[in-house]
Every structure is written in C-alpha cells, then in structure tokens.
Nanobody, 124 residues
Framework: VQLQASGGGLVQAGESLTLSCAAS????????TGWFRQVPGKEREFVSA????????YYAEHVKGRFTISRDNDDNMVYLQMNSLKPEDTAVHYC??????????????????WGQGTQVTVSS
C-alpha cells in the first residue's frame, strides 16, 4: 500500500483545513485508516481514525468536536476536516494503515504503512 497525504498549509487560528489521504496499490481498498501528527522533538501522537466501513470513528481528546474524519471507499480516500484550528495543532500530519481488520487504529505501532506527511501550520 502506498499512501499520499496532502492538504496541509498555513492558516490563522480559527480557520479550517481538510487533509486528504490517497491510498493506492495492493490492499489499498481494505482496512481502516488513521491520522497521526508529530511536532519536532516530540513523539508522534494519534489524532483520528476510521474503520474501513466508516461506521466507527475515533478522535483524540484534544481534537474532539473540531475534527471530522470521513472516507470514500470508491476512490480509496480518507479525509480529515479540521475546524477551529489552534496554534497547538501545528505539526506534520501523517496518515497510516494497518494490514488487518479489527486493529486498534490509535496505535501507530500497528500501522506499518505511512504517507509522507503534510505540514499544518496555525498562526496565532
């Protein structure tokens, strides 16, 4: 599976961005997808995830109510709508996929496939 994250940019606090994750290759249409982010010098952290069916979505506490994850299985795309962005959301955002169903998508160690990351910068 190859993953390509895009949609990052520079915005002001309170504005919105939508990140996209495009999957291609073998098994691209399978399994759930997670979003993680990392600030230089800090560990990568979980942001949001969705199961393959889209019936179950998960969010880190610090993004609940502001971010919405969705997916389009016809096009093997997963989106992360980020509203009310804060300076502390500034990070490189990555999408990731596991290799099985039923995996805890909040655990980055269970996702062997990663996109290249897209930078989100929120100015105050």
């Amino acid at each position: 599976v190859q993953l390509q994250a895009s949609g990052g940019g520079l915005v002001q606090a309170g504005e919105s961005l939508t990140l996209s994750c495009a999957a291609s290759g073998r098994d691209a249409s399978k399994y759930g997808t997670g979003w993680f982010r990392q600030v230089p010098g800090k560990e990568r952290e979980f942001v949001s995830a969705t199961t393959w069916s889209g019936r179950n979505s998960y969010y880190a506490e610090h993004v609940k109510g502001r971010f919405t994850i969705s997916r389009d299985n016809d096009d093997n795309m997963v989106y992360l709508q980020m509203n009310s962005l804060k300076p502390e959301d500034t990070a490189v955002h990555y999408c990731a996929k596991p290799t099985a169903y039923g995996v805890d998508l909040t655990q980055e160690g269970l996702c062997p496939y990663w996109g290249q990351g897209t930078q989100v910068t929120v100015s105050s």
